[in-house]
């Protein structure tokens, strides 16, 4: 058993808690690579903020679950010796499916978990939640459930509101699952098409496609119903355009990929909402900085020649989030 706490991470209750009073919320960026994970702790650092770094399945089958540990506890170290004193960072299972993944996770220094029962029936997704929450809470370790089915391109995000979170469940949902924060569904989707083209419009300017508002008559109907619990938004990278528009100039083919509108995380992180994950913006802005440079530079064939501006990209744009986007900055 190696508990998060000799790691010097963090669990998410008293960050959330300050996240919610304060109308900001805490960046939950997914790291695969070592790139990755230095762009996140050098963006955290510079602008004093707190961050969750997150796990998914697919990140532990690509890097192996104890190497992402080990860098998870590199990352502490890293950000002390960049001059932060007291680091906030959380390393959190995304997308946990088994109660036996989010206990191998907790037995090995994560601080956090999710256990996403939302594809489960009502009954089962809160049976599962509370076998989870009851083994976390004996090592301090805060749960993340999800209620409601995040859309995907293949569904109608405008019309299927079914798949939305029913804020009359939530009260009974947290209340029986013991969770210490609750995933929503309210229009966010994983990935960079999160909308078709038949469901947004088209700026008359641009000719950019303009996707459909998020639900936020559901997500102020779920603050009514749960003050001051802690919401997560799942989805939730906005799919720069600059970023699209580079990959697709050089030799990219990402037609008509679409991502939510900072402005609606904004104003998102104000309330309730105090995670929002974001990744499909790393891998974007990564894949843009390579090709740029590939492109502009055939000859490179060293590793490092193309992963240094990459991770300045990605730097930039977790910068970017944090002070321009989610207002987390200067909170350490
Ligand atoms: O929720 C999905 C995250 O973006 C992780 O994606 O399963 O491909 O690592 P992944
Ligand atoms: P994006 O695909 O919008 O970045 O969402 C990531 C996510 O929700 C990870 O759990
Ligand atoms: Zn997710």
Redesign the pocket.
Known sequence: MTSYKELGLVNTREMFAKAVAGGYAIPAFNFNTLEQMQAIVQAAVETKSPVIMQVSKGARNYANGTILRYMAQGAVEYAKELGCENPQIVLHL??GDSFELCKDCIDNGFSSVMIDGSALPYEENIALTKKVVEYAHKYDVTVEAELGVLAGVEDEVASEVSHYTKPEEVEDFSKRSGCDSLAISIGTS?GAYKFTPEQCTRDPKTGKLVPPPLAFDILHEIEKRLPGFPIVL??SSSVPQDEVDTINAHGGKLPDAVGIPEEQLREASKSAVCKI?IDSDSRLAMTAAIRKHFDEKPGDFDPRQYLKPARENMKKMYMHKIIDVLGSNDKL
């Open positions: 995304d997308h994983h799942h989805g994950n």
